[in-house]
């Protein structure tokens, strides 16, 4: 990996717009006291149920009251659902919300009927109603679960829904724990009720709804793991948040990234030991815990002050290091490259959103918080014309322009691609479904249209995906 690439952002002006959920909304309660959430427990699924629903959950340290949400099978996150390559999972969604639902699965390349758009790949799961997803994963990986309806996304992610879908590989490398870590937050009323959610909150015309209070795995921060000191653990973690994009800091460890996005990558450390983290953002990492008893490894994400996520704690009888090495197997059904100068060229060009002042102010003047965000001049429209159209196996080179003051994540369904380098003479050694595009910057990603159905270009911040920052293509 080139260190361009990783490369934590200067302190500018648009580091500070890309941090204005740190600096212009409640800050994130102190997480000194907070309690240490259990781990996530992994359930093999080849077939199985889940149960949306209201639920209550302790989600701030007792003595805190709990709060009303929603969850699956009476718990947030949903289970972490293990399966192997080749298996196929049955999962049939039982809806006991009063709310219409579906479950996207990001970052699986599989049919587009199963997708699980709400009123664009499939018809929104009503409340008492319910629906099989059928899913053939043809790649190993980490799979981020969470409701996806067109103008609806946003209030049951954001009350609860969302989960971890791992795809083990045939081989998977020897550790000693295998951690899925789902990183979500909550905005919180003082007395830890939901603040309420309104369709045309100006929220959506400026960051999203950015959370007062963040859990890991549904408990309250830092997660205290226990293992041996010496132990290898691969960490999965996920960003689950509706809006929030942060960086993440790995303290006393060496981490090593050996996927993203749920595909394998040429394995690196990330520069300074951080790594950006926006909605819908997954890495896999190997990590050695130090071989004497005591040391402790933690995780943090920068906001504000930094909030401890993860902390392993070295404990009980050492083992001997691993020698071996920290890597996966590439992935052999992706492309070697992308032949760029075959390739189709379209653009998307987002514009609208809040204005910034110079002393990082919002200004809603004349916003339409509704609809504050245009894509290529209107709002997603699933019967309008697609993006493009094109055959199997046609190479794209997609344009992104992002003319407003935030920064843009999109993440494209069906697909992973390559991040092209600004003169389009190469891409960063990784795939990804998800990209983040700076405010005021133009990025091009690169891919082959392998995937045959309707597929969508959407903002991963719910509150802009729900105002139709979003398009969608389609592959013949």
């Not at 949400?69 to 399966?83: N, S, V, Y």
């Not at 060496?254 to 394998?264: E, F, S, T, W």
């Not at 009888?317 to 059904?333: D, G, I, R, V």
Request: charged share 20%; with cysteine.
């Amino acid at each position: 990996m080139t260190e361009r690439s990783t490369r934590p952002a200067p302190l500018t002006r648009r580091a500070a717009l890309a941090g204005l959920c740190v600096a212009s909304l409640p800050p994130l309660a102190d997480s000194a006291i907070a309690q240490q959430g259990a781990p996530a427990a992994a359930v093999p699924a080849p077939g199985r149920t889940l149960t949306a629903g209201p639920a209550k959950a302790r989600l701030r340290p007792a003595p805190a009251l709990e709060t009303e949400i929603w969850a699956f099978d009476g718990k947030t996150p949903g289970p972490a659902l293990r399966i192997k390559l080749g298996e196929t999972l049955r999962l049939t969604v039982s809806n006991k919300t009063p709310s219409p639902l579906s479950l996207h699965w990001q970052g699986l390349r599989g049919e587009a009927a199963m997708d699980g758009v709400g009123g664009f790949s499939q018809a929104p799961i009503a409340p008492g109603e319910s629906f099989t997803y059928v899913l053939t994963p043809p790649d190993s990986g980490t799979i981020l679960y969470r409701p996806l309806v067109i103008g609806g996304a946003s209030e049951p992610a954001g009350r609860g829904l969302s989960g971890l879908l791992v795809v083990e590989e045939p081989d998977p490398p020897a550790v000693d724990l295998d951690l899925p870590v789902l990183v979500t937050d909550w905005l919180l009323a003082d007395d830890n009720a939901l603040v309420p959610f309104a369709a045309t909150s100006p929220d959506g015309a400026a960051a999203g709804r950015l959370g007062s209070w963040i859990t890991v795995n549904g408990g309250s921060p830092p997660q205290r793991v226990s293992v041996a000191p010496g132990a290898r653990i691969r960490l999965r973690l996920a960003n689950a948040c509706s809006a929030r994009i942060m960086r993440l800091r790995f303290d006393g460890i060496k981490a090593v990234v050996v996927a993203v996005d749920g595909q394998p990558t040429e394995s690196f450390e990330p520069v300074r030991a951080q790594l950006p983290f926006a909605p819908g953002t997954r890495y896999d990492l190997l990590v050695d815990m130090p071989g004497e008893a005591g040391a402790t490894a933690i995780v943090t994400a920068l906001v504000g002050a930094g909030v401890p996520l993860v902390r392993l704690v070295a404990e009980s009888t050492a083992k001997p290091a691993s020698t071996a090495p920290m890597a996966l197997k590439p992935n052999p059904t992706l492309p070697a490259a992308v032949r760029l100068q075959d390739a189709q060229r379209p653009q998307i060009v987002i514009e609208g959103g809040a204005k910034v002042s110079p002393d990082f102010k919002l200004d809603l003047t004349g916003i339409d918080a509704a609809r504050p965000w245009r894509i290529n001049g209107g709002v997603g429209d699933a019967a309008g014309k697609p993006l493009f159209s094109v055959k199997r196996g046609t190479p794209i080179v997609l344009a992104i322009d992002n003319r407003t003051a935030f920064f843009q994540p999109l993440h494209v369904h069906g697909h992973c691609f390559r991040l092209l380098h600004p003169l389009d003479d190469g891409w960063e050694p990784y795939f990804l479904d998800t990209v983040q595009i700076p405010d005021g910057k133009r990025l091009h990603i690169a891919f082959i249209a392998a995937n045959p159905g309707r597929w969508l270009i959407s903002s991963t911040v719910l509150e802009r995906f729900d105002r139709g920052l979003w398009t969608w293509f389609e592959v013949t």
